[in-house]
């Protein structure tokens, strides 16, 4: 790459809080030529889109302060421009998208209205504007465009919401787009999809792309080069290939072995006891409809005669995408929904049936961790009473005097310290915050744990951690897991038979390696084939897929 | 959302009517109006022409199942007092009240926007806090004592205004201030934390990025987010408006609901009660109705249910 | 923001002015009046009503006679001439050529209507109250001429024929009327938001007035009624606070109200010493000046100087707490049980000021040792005590009362107080009984005498309460106009009265 | 994006708040801080208060009525004027505080209680019962407060208790309002699932993990609250229907003084004064108070000090 699109250049970026000075990007350095695309791969804290902010003037200040480094496009260094100079830059010469689409859409206008807008701040006439939001739309090949101008962003699915914003940041041909984490939230085969747009999009208009994520696999698809970053700092930088090939840094090293999916398959021995039984599970859901209109009324299956059992020790990994029922699934396993036919027996006996003390005992022995760590733990409560809340809840299980001490060695179990008891979940990070979910998890001994996508929300080198620890427990403990995830090489590492569900159903059952060495059903084929894999490779053999 | 309609519709009905009984069996509890309506001196037999005439001779049943009766009909008997019936009276007090309401409150409302997105623009600056004061004091300043002294200052001192009345415009601006003064000081304060809220969220993040300047993303993005807790706030304002400003009504002389109202249950004039508890009941089931349809209009994620 | 609706204010204010249409500009011989309430009717068989009369009588519908406001003799006005033919008949000549303002004559048919009217079982006519427990039946003699039977015979049928308001034989017998028709000088115009309007009557067979028309508003606030008038808006402020009365505009009056407090003879207000003490430990003078007007008079009986059968020669009590401390002493040895706690009740709404006045008396007994405790109710539940029949466990207690006479006689006062049989007496004592009914009985001197002694023996050996003030009113007049106010004015406000410099 | 703070820096906190901590955030915030001393004062005026003024602000001094504000020649308790009976004005404000704080407190209190008992039931539990539960608070919100309170007085006689009474029925609605829109909410969260999940008791997970997440809502409700029962007592006793003589309070002064606003400001002014700046400070207070009992909020006040300093 011979010219230049953008340089950043020691550019150090710090926030000033009371409780000192955070310095988030310490010297931080990279470049991105036309028609290339450059990822920034890091974990969460490492400081990768704090640099992309800067460059677009996103960052609030204060708390934010930069204090030094340039970022040259165009002559121009654009961390001394002002705001006026700024806004004639944003979303027509740079553009950026985002993660979490939904949020990213202002909900109250129509999408076709937030497209216009971007051409409108420019200086497009709106009756041209209008008519290119449709082309854009087009473009971006979301289904019914013309119809669908009017719509809110909550009437798309993710996916679709991903191509609108894409449609947005692209509607003035920039330069460079700088994309932010655009497909953690979708789906394997939704994310596919947005990159193959993303890289059809630069192929032909030769835009400059920064993409930051998590994703070695991602980086992997679409990247020509990547920096690593880790605290602040880039610790390693260069062509894809050249990085995952010979990664020079222990931490590049380190990320590229926590990659899931590596593993052989487990093989367990299958115990005879059958602990949960579930037989033709039905869930239908009314869908809004008149009632004073005689005759049958519309119904939605999220649950279709669903049927498995989970036998002692074993971890049961359910796959689907969003949409697959794999949540109703859950709420039903953990009762707390009523399915409209079938039943699931925990120990022989109908879980919807028990009362009283046997509700309790089913309670106890089946134990849930969700998928957001911080949504499940209760802020207001410390981690001292938030893992101890089981034992007031089942008197008996352990006498109060007991309970800080136990509270302290669940603690080291799940890897963390004594003195964590007294803080609260906000302080700390996301992998330790679901540490703490399955310390509360422990606290009863159960005999059956639900993962409900107990760590996608987490980055790679704490999945593998957790994951683990999980197998830890289950050694030590004797634990069963249903292990629901969307992440197959998370799956595949972990589980000892996978089920794969898709609108409702149950596709197809065996054993971990039957599912991923042999798959039968084409769901299962396309599934496993969307999702990306850390080796450059295998890129080409994607995209001919 | 038929349905929804339908059934909050049904809802309501039941609330009215369980509403109506209540107040004919509460309002005959505060004693016979008798006193009230003949001098002090009056002899036995004209007390006796007047509950005959007014039917508080009946027993309380009988007296129940007339009005049940004429409620089928819509018809809540003669106001004791004005030998009118008492559903026109209201009716023709309830403009005025309804006026005052959408006025002060559109006041309040305009006000609340632009100091609440200002003060939201720059949490914690100097006009933040003077304007957190500021509608802090307006929330809790007499309504009465403001009325009065709004007279001294404004009519009588400086002249800008006359002092009551309703036949100009200009006497309304006086009442309609007064009005809008508590509203106001509560609106800032709820415009200004849920304009923070929505200046902090991720669309507006988006904006920037396209290039929005500040003036756009606080009046067109941030704006019709944050305005979804205002129209509640805004909403429970009015109903209290049209539920009761006594006050405003009767020193200016505006001929309200409210005054009808205040004077009907200090002279028990039932009829008349029970006529405007009803109808102010329906203003108020209509007034959370058009809320929801604004709310439907400024946020399509509540459209549908 | 307060700063930014003030000058918001001032912009709008600056705005609108111009085209504001405020009350001064409706000519020179139009009059506002602000009220302090809007009447609930304003027919003319309700005008002895407070707030009905003042707006009704003798401008829209007149009466057969007027009293005069000073000494309260009996004035013709519809009725020129009475004689008194026996047997409780009374010959009436009513004037000539007069006509209703809806063209109706105004003859002896018409007069036996509005009586027919007033005395009608068909609606409660407030008015009957004047005339409460005789039958009335007229005679039609000529066109100008009317016999009116009273049943018992009534002496005071001259006083009586002041309070029969002429309305037109057209007004509906069986319902309150909202729109008055009557002969007076003015005529009801319309009653809406704005207030009640009246325009001068064309065809008026006295005297025009000058004033050419005339509206009434209706403003509760006495600072906001003061205001009006000194801005140009009201020509007339009636009944407002001392306080306000600050100006060269302000007029006092007696009003014709006496008060009082009552008090309910159970223990230990069943004792003479005890009432005298509550009597004697109040400093009447004190008020006066201070929270009442400095034109109060102090009231020794419940009637004004200016009626028939008031007792010229009693003195107001004096303000001595040595002897009230004296005689409660007294009582105390003799087991009356003068410590306990007497509520004192006020009605809400009697006049300014009134809640402080009672606060002040109740500071003055606890000087002596009297234990007050001042409660202030709202009028229906005030009534609830003060009417007979009386519960059987009445406790004493002191009630506050405010009475107006303004018939010219004492008996519209005394028999309803101080009869055994009177609905608001709280006691029965024959010889007082039986100076009432001789007083009633009799006429001219002797009337007067018994009265008035029934009132020395009221005042002087029973006191059944502590007579307070006659009351002063003040009005505020425009400079604009010209209006002397009368002991009448509080209730009756003659238009035709007020004249423009 | 990154957040803005390290595990690590995060953990060198202190983990929960002593008194002595609350205090030193209570500093923090000047405004707080103006506002609980203030509120401080009139607690202990009207604790104290009353007794040791004996005599002076019930003695009644026609020569004195109606003075002025300002004249160091009457004496230190006439600074602020006299009423129209001649009282100094300050020391009844301080006789008044008691009464005043005393039924804005229960009547509030006892809304409060009864409308967030409703509100969480009808919020967590839904169904028949919480439809009937919000058709009686339409019933309670439609029904005009006045005639209730002539009920009330009906039944009950006058008295204070019942004076409380009839502001807190007629404010329930708005209590059980708020608390049941924040329960729907609160109920789906995913800690509250994973309560039930566990076994919790309804009793339990409404009190631990509902109930508090409410709170800060509803104590910001019950400073407003506050002020408004403060006003709508006044207006009652106007009518007659509220506290009588002997018994007065701010509001009651303010109403006395309405007749005089034009010749005597001072009457109303300053007991409305109070009742502003009361409402204003728990105002203050309640903002403070929510942010630092609130674990994930509470750097906000810290990071005052950075700002301020």
């Not at chain 1, 949504?375 to 101890?388: G, T």
């Not at chain 2, 027993?59 to 030998?83: A, E, Y």
């Not at chain 3, 007004?171 to 704005?194: H, K, L, M, Q, Y």
Request: glycine residues 6%; proline residues 6%; contains cysteine.
């Amino acid at each position: 790459m011979s010219e230049t699109l953008l340089e950043v250049r020691d550019l150090s970026v710090e926030f000033r809080s009371s409780r000192g000075i955070t310095r988030a990007v310490q010297n931080v350095s990279w470049s991105v030529a036309p028609g290339e695309t450059l990822a920034i791969l890091g974990e969460s804290g490492s400081g990768k889109s704090v640099s992309a902010n800067a460059v677009m003037g996103l960052i609030d200040s204060p708390p934010g302060h930069i204090t030094s480094g340039t970022a040259m496009y165009g002559g121009r260094d654009l961390l001394q421009l002002s705001g006026a100079q700024r806004r004639g830059i944003n979303g027509k010469s740079i553009s950026m998208i985002f993660q979490d689409p939904l949020a990213h859409l202002n909900p109250v206008y129509p999408v076709g209205w937030q497209i216009e807008e971007t051409l409108r701040i420019h200086g497009v006439s709106s009756g041209e504007a209008r008519k290119r939001a449709l082309e854009l739309l087009e473009q971006v090949k979301l289904p019914n465009a013309r119809q669908r101008l009017g719509d809110y962003p909550h009437q798309f699915s993710g996916g679709q919401r991903q191509r609108i914003m894409i449609a947005m940041a692209v509607a003035l041909r920039p330069d460079l787009l700088i994309a932010d984490e655009p497909t953690t939230a979708l789906d394997v085969t939704v994310q596919a999809r947005i990159l193959d747009l993303l890289k059809e999009l630069q192929r032909e208009s030769g835009m400059g792309m920064v993409l930051i994520t998590h994703d070695l696999g991602v980086v992997a698809q679409v990247a020509d080069r990547v920096v690593v970053m880790k605290d602040g700092q880039v610790v390693e930088g260069g062509a894809v290939g050249d990085v995952f090939r010979r990664p020079a840094h222990p931490y590049t090293r380190k990320l590229l072995s926590a990659v899931p999916g590596q593993e052989p398959f487990r093989h367990v021995e299958q115990k005879p006891e059958v602990l949960v039984e579930a037989k033709g599970l039905v869930k239908e859901y009314l869908l809004a409809s008149n009632p004073f209109k005689v005759g049958a009324t519309p119904t939605t299956r999220a649950l279709d005669d669903v049927s498995f059992k989970l036998h002692a020790g074993e971890t049961l990994g359910i796959v689907g995408e969003s949409g697959s029922g794999k949540t109703t699934l859950a709420r039903t396993l953990l009762r707390l929904t009523q399915p409209t036919a079938g039943e699931i027996a925990y120990k022989g006996t109908n879980v919807f049936s028990l009362r009283g003390r046997a509700l309790r005992e089913f309670r106890r022995k089946l134990q849930v961790v969700f998928q957001d760590p911080t949504a499940s733990l209760n802020p207001r409560m410390s981690i001292h009473e938030i893992v101890s809340e089981p034992w007031a809840i089942h008197a008996g299980v352990l006498p109060r005097a007991e309970w800080r001490a136990g509270v302290e060695d669940l603690l080291v179990q799940v890897g963390l310290k004594p003195e964590h008891a007294d803080r609260y979940p906000h302080q700390f990070s996301g992998g330790q915050r679901q540490r703490i979910a399955i310390a509360r998890a422990l606290a009863l001994q159960p005999e059956i744990i639900l993962c409900d996508e107990a760590v996608s929300a987490l980055d790679v080198s704490v999945q593998a951690q957790v994951i683990a620890l999980l197998k830890e427990l289950q050694k030590k403990h004797g634990l069963a897991y249903i292990f629901i995830a969307h992440d197959l090489p998370l799956v595949r590492d972990f589980a000892d038979r996978v089920l794969v569900m898709c609108k409702g159903k149950l596709v197809e059952e065996g054993t971990t390696e039957e599912i991923f060495a042999r798959p039968k059903d084409p769901y299962t084929v396309e599934l496993i084939n969307a999702s990306p894999h850390p080796d450059p490779e295998r890129l080409d053999r994607h995209e001919i897929a | 959302m038929t349905y929804y309609l339908t059934k909050r519709t049904l809802w309501s009905a039941v609330s009215l009517f369980g509403l109506v009984v209540f107040v004919f069996f509460m309002a005959r509890l505060t004693g016979s109006p008798v006193d009230l309506y003949l001098p002090i001196d009056a002899p036995e037999s004209l007390r006796e022409d007047f509950e005959r005439i007014h039917g508080f001779d009946l027993p309380l049943w009988q007296q129940f199942v007339d009005f049940l009766g004429g409620l089928l009909t819509f018809d809540f008997g003669q106001s004791l007092r004005q030998g009118v019936p008492a559903l026109e009276l209201v009716l023709r007090a309830m403009p005025t009240t309804l006026l005052l309401a959408l006025y002060s409150i559109g006041l309040a409302l305009i006000v609340a926007i632009v100091t609440g997105a200002l003060a939201a623009w720059r949490p914690n600056s100097i006009f933040d806090r003077i304007a957190t004061l500021l509608s802090l004091l307006g929330a809790s300043l007499p309504n009465f004592w403001v009325a009065i002294v709004g007279v001294l200052i404004f009519a009588v001192t400086l002249r800008w205004v006359p002092t009551s009345g309703t036949g100009s415009v200009a006497q309304w601006i006086l009442p309609v201030f007064v009005l809008a003064i508590r509203p106001a000081g509560l609106l800032v304060q709820v415009a200004r934390s849920s304009m923070i809220s929505a200046l902090s969220s991720a669309y507006v993040k988006t904006a920037q990025a396209k290039g929005a300047a500040p003036a756009r993303i606080i009046f067109i993005h941030a704006l019709r987010n944050a305005m979804l807790p205002v129209i509640t706030v805004a909403g429970d304002q009015a109903a209290g408006i049209i539920n009761g400003a006594v006050i405003v009504e009767t020193i200016f002389g505006f001929p309200g609901v409210g005054k009808l109202l205040i004077d009907s249950i200090m002279f028990r004039d039932f009829a008349v009660v029970q006529a405007g508890v009803m109808v102010t009941a329906v203003a108020i089931f209509i007034l959370n109705f058009t809320i929801d349809i604004v709310y439907a209009v400024l946020d399509p994620r509540t459209r549908g249910h | 923001m307060d700063r930014i609706m003030n000058s918001t204010a001032f912009a709008v204010a600056a705005a609108v002015l111009s085209f504001a249409a405020p009350a001064w500009s409706q000519g020179d011989t139009s009059l506002t009046i602000a009220l302090p309430a809007e009447p609930a009717d304003i027919d003319g068989c309700n005008t002895t009503v407070t707030g009905i009369g003042v707006i009704v009588k003798e401008n829209i519908v007149e009466t057969l006679t007027t009293l005069d406001p000073d000494d309260s003799t009996v004035q013709p006005r519809l009725a020129t001439a009475w004689e008194d033919l026996g047997d409780g008949t009374w010959r009436v000549s009513l004037r000539e050529n007069v006509t209703f303002h809806d063209g109706a004559p105004f003859n002896a048919e018409a007069v036996a209507f509005a009586i027919d009217r007033l005395t009608s079982d068909a609606i409660a006519c407030r008015d009957r109250t004047k005339i409460a427990n005789v039958e009335l039946t007229t005679t039609v003699v000529d066109e100008h001429t009317i016999d009116i039977h009273a049943e018992p015979a009534q002496i005071l049928m001259p006083t009586l024929l002041s309070f029969i308001g002429a309305v037109s034989p057209n007004t509906p017998a069986d319902e309150i009327s909202r729109a008055p028709v009557g002969t007076g000088p003015f005529r009801f115009e319309s009653w809406d938001s704005e207030g009640i309007a009246v325009t001068r009557n064309a065809d008026y067979w006295g005297e025009e007035p000058a004033a050419t028309d005339a509206l009434y508003v209706f403003r509760p606030e006495s600072a906001l009624r003061a205001a009006m008038v000194e801005l140009g808006e009201a020509d007339i402020a009636h009944d407002i606070a001392p306080q306000d009365a600050t100006t060269e505009m302000d007029h006092a009056f007696l009003n014709g109200e006496t008060t009082r407090l009552r008090m309910v003879m159970e223990p230990p207000l069943d004792d003479l010493r005890v009432r005298k003490a509550f009597n004697l430990a109040f400093d009447r003078n004190a008020l006066i000046g201070s929270i009442l007007s400095d034109r109060a008079e102090l009231a020794t009986q419940f009637i004004l100087p200016k009626i028939d059968g008031h007792n010229p020669d009693l003195e107001p009590w004096p303000y001595d707490p040595e002897q009230a401390k004296a005689l409660l002493e007294e009582a105390r040895a003799d087991g009356v049980p003068v410590d306990k706690e007497l509520r004192l009740v006020g009605r809400i709404g009697f006049f300014p000021n009134q809640e402080e006045m009672l606060q002040v008396m109740q500071q003055m007994w606890s000087q002596v040792g009297l234990n007050v405790r001042l409660e202030m109710m709202e009028s229906a539940e005030w009534l609830k005590l003060v009417n007979k029949p009386y519960p059987e466990d009445r406790e004493a207690m002191l009630i506050q009362e405010q009475h107006d006479n303004n018939n010219g006689d004492a008996s519209f006062t005394m028999r309803f107080r101080f009869h055994s049989d009177g609905r608001q007496s709280e006691f029965s004592i024959p010889e007082v009984d039986k100076l009432i009914e001789d007083a009633e009985a009799a006429t001219g001197e002797e009337r007067t005498r018994l009265f008035q002694e029934a009132n020395r023996v009221i005042s002087e050996e029973i006191v059944p309460s502590v007579y307070m003030y006659h009351m002063i009113s003040y009005m505020r007049v425009s400079p604009e106009i010209s209006y002397e106010p009368n002991s009448l004015s509080l209730i009756q406000l003659e238009l035709a009265d007020v004249t423009f410099d | 994006m990154n957040s803005a703070v390290l595990p690590g820096e995060a953990a060198r906190r202190r983990p929960r708040p002593t008194k002595w901590a609350m205090l030193a955030l209570l500093r923090r915030d000047k405004f707080a801080l103006a506002a609980a001393v203030f509120l401080v004062v009139v607690v202990l005026a009207a604790l104290v208060g009353p007794p040791l003024l004996g005599g002076i602000g019930i003695d009644m001094d026609l020569m004195a009525r109606n003075a002025p504000p300002f004249e160091p020649d009457r004496g230190f308790w006439h600074i602020l004027g006299s009423d129209a009976l001649g009282r100094p004005i300050l020391a009844r404000i301080i006789i008044a505080a008691r009464p005043t704080l005393l039924i804005a407190a229960a009547a509030v209190l006892l809304s409060m209680v009864v409308g967030v008992l409703l509100g969480l039931i009808a919020g967590y539990k839904g169904g028949i019962v919480g439809d009937v539960i919000m058709r009686l608070t339409d019933i309670v919100m439609s029904f005009p407060s006045l005639l209730l309170a002539l009920v009330v007085l009906y039944i009950f006689g006058p008295a204070i208790t019942n004076v409380i009474i009839v502001l807190a029925i007629t404010r329930v609605p708005v209590y059980l309002r708020t608390t049941r829109a924040e329960v729907l909410e609160i109920r789906s969260r995913m800690f509250v699932v994973a309560a039930e999940v566990t076994g919790a008791s309804v009793f339990r997970t409404v009190s631990r993990h509902i109930l508090p997440m409410v709170v800060p809502t509803i104590a910001t409700l019950m400073t407003i609250e506050f002020a408004f029962v403060m006003l709508a007592e006044a207006s009652l006793s106007f009518l007659g229907l509220g506290v009588q003589a002997p018994d007065f309070t701010w509001g009651v002064m303010v109403a006395e003084g309405r007749s005089y606003l034009a010749t005597a400001w001072w009457l109303s002014f300053w007991p409305g004064v109070f009742i502003a700046l009361v409402t204003m400070s728990l105002n203050l207070l309640s903002n403070w108070l929510r942010i630092a009992t609130d674990p994930v909020q509470r750097w906000r006040l810290e990071r005052e000090v950075a700002s301020d300093e």
